[in-house]
């Protein structure tokens, strides 16, 4: 199929495709780079793996963005090593979701903003998309102050200037799509591999003990009874399995021109699973080696740190080793940089998809930046820089009370034969599906029932 065609789509009840109503050619999914990357049909696989290798890499930068920084901190100081289970099991969780949003994506031609508009009704889709904005507000506003925070770090710049200079990131993200989706992928896996070196040094220079570092990936009774130990764990969970990422991934593995038939797109489905599950893997190294670091340095130092900037000040003196805060605010810039790519592409598609409204992407990274930028700058007025880091980690919870109302839909969405044909996935897995979706509702529930009762 043509990505640029002007023909309309009829509803059918097709084998291998969700059944929707009449859509222009225009509403496609990021339609300026739909199908815009060739991959190759035969030969050898790696080449295959290749031409699909991207998508997953740009949903896992919001799974090491700067919001997971505060959490990992946070639950790696006060608490050692005990957090790396549940670090473990919302990576798993956010493995099973993004297959499952390329599933959707590839086999139905309709990234899940789409995929709700078509099947709810204007209310719900209006209430859906609020809660979606809301998370992605709260995400750029980790990326804000995490940017600022680096910028000060490196260069001495105020935090409020450096939030305001956050806002220029929108003319980057231009230049890059502007030049093609490659690129843009490029940077954002060069950025990467930057974050990835700059840990594996510092868990070289930590050198935590292996044993305490394996007990602490087998989960541990107390996460759940201690009300403090809960809400940081709910805040990993919010800062892991990002909600925005489960719209932005099932419009993302669409531009690549994969055939548009039964063949075809099993093929696809089968190579973006691989691609972001490789991807995720990346994110659960550097997730852990946050609170691994932190639990090595501060919590066996006694030092109870929340904050990304007293980190980066008792680092260097701690290890004994002056590069160590240099790379972790370098790697905390990457972070921030990388993750205003995907909080832009996934504002871009939940608004095009719940509401057809195109804006300029200049106007909408402007527009998202601002609403995060006016927080910041408030707290910080208000409390002093100190307050930035509660602000944070609020904002991963918040990110996690919005999860079930994306992992709900597209639950329902690939477990339905009548919309996915033969594409709809098996009861084992719609099973773990759903229990994921439990989870993570049953834990949103008690974070609240915690929180209003003091």
């Known amino acids: 199929m043509d990505a640029m ?11 291998d495709g969700f059944r929707f109503a009449r859509v222009a050619a225009d509403q496609k999914s990021l339609a300026e780079v739909h199908a815009s990357v060739q991959v190759p049909l035969g030969g050898w696989w790696l080449r295959r793996l290749l031409a699909f290798s991207g998508p997953g890499y740009m949903v896992s930068v919001g799974y090491m963005d700067p919001g997971n920084w505060a959490t990992d901190l946070a639950g790696g100081s006060k608490f050692g090593y005990t957090l790396l289970a549940v670090i473990m099991i919302s990576n798993l969780m956010a493995i099973l979701l993004q297959a499952l949003s390329a599933r959707l994506g590839i086999a139905s031609g309709r990234d899940l903003a789409q995929a709700c508009r078509d099947a709810y009704p204007r209310p719900v889709g209006y209430v859906l998309w609020f809660v979606c904005e809301l998370a992605i507000i709260a995400c750029d506003l980790a990326e804000v102050i995490g940017t600022a925070i680096a910028l000060k770090l490196l260069f001495g710049i105020p935090l409020i200037g450096g939030a305001l200079i956050t806002a220029l990131d929108a003319f980057l993200v231009l230049m890059l799509m502007s030049r093609g989706f490659r690129y843009l992928e490029a940077f954002i896996i060069a950025l990467l591999i930057v974050i990835a070196v700059c840990f594996a040094v510092q868990i ?29 764990a709910i805040g990993i969970l919010g800062a892991t399995v990002m909600p925005h990422n489960l719209y932005l991934h099932s419009a993302v593995v669409q531009t690549r021109a994969y055939e548009r038939s039964e063949d075809g797109k099993r093929s696809a489905i089968r190579w973006a699973t691989t691609d972001s599950t490789i991807a995720l893997m990346l994110a659960l190294f550097v997730n852990a ?49 990388n993750s205003t790519v995907t ?112």
């Open 343 to 454: 909080a832009t592409l996934a504002g871009q598609i939940v608004m095009e998809g719940f509401l057809h409204i195109r804006l300029p992407h200049w106007m909408r990274r402007l527009i998202t930046r601002a609403i995060a930028i006016v927080p910041v700058v408030f707290v910080t007025a208000l409390y002093g820089e100190s307050g930035t880091a509660k602000l944070l980690i609020a904002s991963q919870v918040v990110l996690s009370m919005q999860l079930p109302f994306a992992v709900i839909p597209l639950v329902q969405f690939v477990s339905d034969k009548r919309k996915m044909g033969v594409f709809t996935i098996g009861k084992p897995v719609a099973l773990l599906a759903w229990l994921v979706a439990a989870i993570i509702v049953v834990l949103n529930v008690k974070l609240l029932m915690d929180t209003f009762a003091g």
């Open 289 to 337: 080696s946050i609170l691994i670091v932190a639990a090595a340095v501060f919590h066996s130092a006694g030092k109870d740190v929340a904050e990304i900037e007293e980190a980066y000040a008792l680092l260097s003196p701690l290890l004994g080793v002056g590069i160590a805060s240099t790379l972790f605010a370098v790697a905390l810039l990457a972070s921030g940089l």
């Open 5 to 15: 065609s002007n023909s309309r789509t009829e509803p059918h009840p097709g084998r």
């Open 204 to 232: 070289a220079l930590a050198a935590p003990p292996v044993a305490a570092v394996f007990s602490g990936f087998i989960p541990s009774p107390e996460i759940v009874t201690n009300p403090e130990m809960l809400y940081i």
